[in-house]
């Protein structure tokens, strides 16, 4: 006789984490507050120029874990390949590089 074991699917209570965006000459720098969160719990995906962030917390609230969640619409003037994150703190830094073409470029007048 063979008995399946049933996976309990971990109910997760989704938050929406506080951003911070700075723009800068060759780099939008976006933070994210996400507590308890880490690299191995952090994923980053960028599909149709639609950046979306989750992060699962080890914080709770009402005896279910964290999910932050949020989604950023991006524009073509972001370098998609050479985005880079890192987490520090309940900080999550994204980098991400201005293509050559959204950059300022500045033209000598003779």
Request: aromatic share 2%; charged share 30%; proline share 4%.
């Amino acid at each position: 006789m063979s008995t399946e074991v049933a996976k309990k699917e971990e109910k997760f209570l989704e938050v929406i984490p506080a951003a911070d965006i700075i723009d800068e000459e060759h780099d939008a720098i976006l933070s994210l507050e996400v507590p308890g969160a880490n690299a191995k719990t952090v994923t980053v995906e960028v599909k149709n120029q639609l950046l979306t962030v989750e992060a699962k917390s080890t914080l709770c609230h009402c005896g279910a874990p964290l999910l932050y969640k949020r989604s950023f619409q991006l524009s073509d003037a972001v370098d998609v390949e050479h985005i880079t994150a890192k987490t520090q703190d309940g900080v999550l830094t994204l980098t991400l590089p201005k293509s050559e073409r959204a950059k300022i470029h500045r033209i000598s007048v003779e």
